[in-house]
T-cell receptor, first 107, second 113 residues
């Protein structure tokens, strides 16, 4: 079983849609959690950290469920510029990356 | 803003060549990392370093070595390049404490022919 698993997608959604990604992790000792965004042929960039209490940054909401060992990312009112691959990342002493979920937002 | 730079964006090398990939960060970060990224596999850790002259093997160190002579610079060396080392190589740095987020360089797309 992979340490961090994500649905690879692709998710194709119209502008304005709400889309949710889930990610599961296998190591219950995981310490911290992140969502990164990676545009085509670019490096990953931190989108947001994920806290136990859940956190929101504008149209983006991240949730952590330690009991079930999953993390989610919700994007509301999708924009064309949200098209990218979203990487789920778990820190278990070093960072473990999911393979990413590809999102395409269409006009 | 954190800036991580890598010596080349694209590189083409022949099988058997020795290849050097350089990474420099300007934020005085203690931690530096080398990953490779392949479709469907995500990022895999090759080597990392928590201090000057210090290095630790990651998940896939075979065929690679590293050097960290200065805090800001972390080099990845392919001793004898092979075609299965064709990949995107990403360098990252992070400060030592939580929340541990890493900052990436733009990547080097290496092709070994």
């Amino acid at each position: 079983r992979k340490e961090v698993e994500q649905d690879p997608g692709p998710f194709n959604v119209p502008e304005g849609a709400t889309v949710a990604f889930n990610c599961t992790y296998s190591n219950s000792a995981s310490q911290s959690f992140f969502w990164y965004r990676q545009d085509c042929r670019k490096e990953p960039k931190l989108l947001m950290s994920v806290y136990s209490s859940g956190n929101e940054d504008g149209r983006f909401t991240a949730q952590l469920n330690r009991a079930s060992q999953y993390i989610s990312l919700l994007i509301r009112d999708s924009k064309l510029s949200d098209s990218a691959t979203y990487l789920c990342v778990v820190n278990i002493g070093d960072m473990r990356f999911g393979a990413g979920t590809r999102l395409t937002v269409k006009p | 803003d954190v800036k991580v730079t890598q010596s080349s964006r694209y590189l083409v090398k022949r099988t058997g060549e020795k290849v050097f990939l350089e990474c420099v960060q300007d934020m005085d970060h203690e931690n530096m990392f080398w990953y490779r990224q392949d479709p469907g596999l995500g990022l895999r850790l090759i080597y990392f370093s928590y201090d000057v002259k210090m290095k630790e093997k990651g998940d896939i160190p075979e065929g690679y070595s590293v050097s960290r002579e200065k805090k800001e610079r972390f080099s990845l060396i392919l001793e004898s390049a092979s075609t299965n080392q064709t990949s995107m190589y990403l360098c990252a740095s992070s400060p030592p404490g939580p929340p541990y987020e890493q900052y990436f360089g733009p990547g080097t797309r290496l092709t070994v022919t």
